[in-house]
């Protein structure tokens, strides 16, 4: 931090708090989500049936659309 910013108090904090939104996109949205990584891993184990349907029931889970994000994150990671 020395080395880029000079003084280490003007540095930004290494890590930033998430916002609920964020969170729901990082575990159900786009090609980096963990619910993606997770059904890539499961693709050659599962038949494409059980696959599509375990796809639509986790679209219908996205708790993004929520108006109680937090809630329904919470709510879907338990699902």
Do not use: Y
């Amino acid at each position: 931090m020395r080395c880029i910013f000079g003084d280490p108090i003007k540095a930004p904090p290494p890590l930033e708090k998430l916002s609920p939104e964020a969170v729901a996109s990082f575990l159900w949205k786009g090609e980096d989500s963990f619910v993606e990584e997770l059904l890539q891993c499961m693709t050659p184990h599962v038949d494409e049936s059980i696959l599509n349907d375990l796809k639509s029931k986790i679209r219908a889970r996205d708790p993004s659309s929520s108006k109680d994000i937090q809630k329904a994150v919470h709510k879907s990671l338990l699902w």
